[in-house]
């Protein structure tokens, strides 16, 4: 059971990959040039028909896997940087930096993402990369939480009372200790952030807050989608269904890392 | 000559004085067990000893120099001359280190480093875990790979690698299967007798406390309520809390 979980999210996470990687060489059509073979239905050549603009979809998807993955791996990127060493330093020090960084942390995550985005659009105009660093901002916190948590847990194990006896430095337990073993929960974070990552970025194109036309998202795509939503219902579900399946890979991947990550799992003796 | 001691030792928990001015002296050489019911303060005094933890007030003081209230730093003398093997090797060794790099972290520190004179550590290991009598291909493997005592064994290796003078053992084998427990306590006590180690025994088993030490004290709420040569303690004990618990063993009738 958990085993197919991971499995369907490994296939899942590698199509995104993979059509992010294939529209790097090729696409079958011009994913921005506009043509005046508006809306036609899903079959050939057009597979998945073509938009209000008369570009072809199967193209603009497989772009929009490449932006949802760039979004993705850097909002989640700058967030594990910043978030891990934060919650891994108050985790080791306790005391009053402890509690600063998780007030801080409390008062980041119960600021508004999109209010965030908003105010970084207004002030250097909406781009891929003010939605990146709204969504990267608004994760920190999570990032940092879960590695402080894991931090207190293995700081109180007596292998880190073993490695002091063994005259191991502050960084040492931090570096072999430490963060071997918060890894997993990171790894899971990540991946579960990743899948929040792409809601936000398609959230966030939808209302314009995020990459400007004519780069086709996945979150563009719904909003040009939604002008033709009464006779075409269809244009929506592609990009609709892009979405959902990528976010339920990453949910899934990350779930089922947590079983095979962790080998004191594996211990069935 | 007391290579260990402690001075008016106390250590609180909140308002809970888990130890009560402690006063101990352990000379090169002997093999101290400490026993007392659970919650005595057993774990406590050793973290002391040991400068793994900070007394409220007194002294600690190793080989005349004053452990207690020194920055972690300075401590490379005591990490390298005191070692310690804790109660449950399941969680005193990291899952995620291989039993080679468990084995050699104590001569991995520069703290620790300065204060031998170049050890090998390849050599080294290889020596120690035959000392434990592990195969040699062990450190290649992660301790989830090996059963109970086997893990102890990497443990105690690892408490040996920096040639101490000083091993401390926390109830090592109360944590492990009955049918290991003499395999393990035999182990130690042969090091101990081959290497001419300093012993501090922690254990709730009298008999074994008997067998491995020459001298004894016995705890109770933080304080030491009885201490003497082993035979002594154990044949003519002198309070009825040490009287209780000496009767409490289970003993073949003869
Ligand atoms: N970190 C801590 N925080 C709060 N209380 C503690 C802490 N460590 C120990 N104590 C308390 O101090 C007392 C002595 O604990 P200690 O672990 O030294 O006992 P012990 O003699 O080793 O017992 P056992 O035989 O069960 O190992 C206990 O009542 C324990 O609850
Ligand atoms: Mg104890």
Known sequence: MRKAQLNIGLVLVGLVILAGVLSLLWTPYDPIRVTSNRLLPPGWPHLLGTDGMGIDIASRLLIGARYCLIVGVISVGVAAVVGVPLGMLAGMR????????MRVADIVYAFPALLLAMLLAAAFGASTGTAMAAIGIATIPAFARIARAGTLQVVASDFVLAAKAAGTSRWGIAARHVFPNIAPLVGVQASVGFA????????????????????????????????????????????????ALAVLGFN???????????????EVK | MSILRAEAVSRCFGAFPALRGIDLEVGLGQRLGIVGESGAGKTTLIKLLAGLDQPDSGQVWFDQKIVSGRPERDLGFLRSSLQIVFQDPRS????????????????????VRRELNDIDQRQRLGEVLK????????????PHEFSGGQRQRIAIARALAPKPQVLIADEPVSSLDVSVRAQVINLLADLVEREGLTLLFV???????????????????GEIVERGQSAEVFEHPQTDYTKALWAAVPRIRV
């Open chain 1, 196 to 243: 929040m990552a792409i809601l936000a970025e398609a959230a966030l194109s939808y209302l314009g807050l995020g990459t400007p036309r004519p780069t086709p998202t996945w979150g563009a795509m719904l909003r040009d989608a939604q002008d033709v939503w009464y006779t075409q219902p269809v244009q929506a579900l592609w990009p609709g269904l892009s979405i």
């Open chain 2, 92 to 111: 005193s060794l990291n899952p995620r280190m291989r039993v080679g790099s468990i084995i050699t972290e104590p001569l991995r520190s520069k703290r």
């Open chain 2, 131 to 142: 000392m434990v009598d592990l195969p040699a291909d062990s450190a290649d493997r992660y």
């Open chain 1, 94 to 101: 306790g005391g009053w930096l402890d509690e600063l960084t």
């Open chain 2, 203 to 221: 254990s709730h088993d009298l008999m074994v406390v008997r067998h491995l030490c020459d001298s004894v004290i016995v705890m109770r709420a």
């Open chain 1, 252 to 266: 899934l991947l990350g779930d089922g890392m947590r079983d095979v990550l962790d080998p004191r799992l594996r």
